[in-house]
């Protein structure tokens, strides 16, 4: 029983470790500074249109805006639509002060796949150090991929299930079907066989 309890020590000292490392890399959104991010930048712009008429007609909103390109559908920029029951979840997983939760989710996902595939401990701290804090995931942060990084840190949750821990299946599958963010009612069939995929 005692070594169960250090086990739960040391595991909630790493996810503490890892809070700390996600808002020590970017402690200016503590004090309310965002990153200034080129494409979201454009995202308002270029959805501007929509929001404004969407807002003034909410029974009636639009899809299209004549605000790109001459005119295009809005289904490209920023679509709304009901059906989305992963929508908690993936408040949840990403709650906090951005870029900073994208940092924890990215740690602690690689710290269980390593985990998962038979590393010790400290190996799969390292490691997840490794993965969370490599170059490529700040330079997408800067330009505004957002989504991008996202997914990128989910990835190690979705690799999991091939782990030898028989709770990497389990661990992995609701931080993989947040990414099915469905844009019409009908993908609410595909989480069915996304869940029973990732888990067996």
């Not at 309890?5 to 890892?18: E, N, P, Q, T, Y």
């Not at 712009?45 to 009636?60: F, I, L, Q, T, V």
């Not at 900073?100 to 602690?108: E, G, R, T």
Request: charged share 10%; aromatic share 14%.
């Amino acid at each position: 029983m005692t070594e169960i309890w250090k086990k739960i020590a040391l595991a909630l000292g790493i996810v503490a470790l890892f809070l700390a490392l996600s808002y020590g890399f970017v402690p200016q959104v503590l004090d309310g500074k965002i990153v200034n991010q080129s494409d979201i930048s454009g995202y308002v712009g270029m959805s501007h249109e929509m929001s404004e008429w969407n807002k003034a007609h909410p029974d009636n909103p639009t899809y299209w805006t004549d605000s790109m390109f001459g005119g295009m559908p809005t289904t490209a920029i920023s679509t709304q639509n009901g059906g989305d029951y992963t929508e908690p979840l993936y408040k949840l997983l990403f709650a906090g002060k951005r870029p900073a939760p994208w940092i924890f989710v990215s740690l602690l996902g690689a710290f269980l796949l390593f985990l998962a595939l038979g590393v010790s401990w400290p190996v799969a701290v390292g490691g997840a150090i490794a993965v969370a804090f490599c170059s490529y995931n700040f330079q997408i942060i800067q330009v505004g991929h957002n989504t991008k990084m996202q997914a990128i840190a989910l990835m190690p949750w979705v690799k999991n299930p091939y782990g030898k821990r028989f709770w990497a299946q389990p661990s992995s599958a609701l931080p993989s079907v947040s990414r099915l963010r469905p844009t019409t009612s009908k993908s609410l069939t595909t989480w069915p066989l996304w869940c029973s995929s990732t888990l067996w």
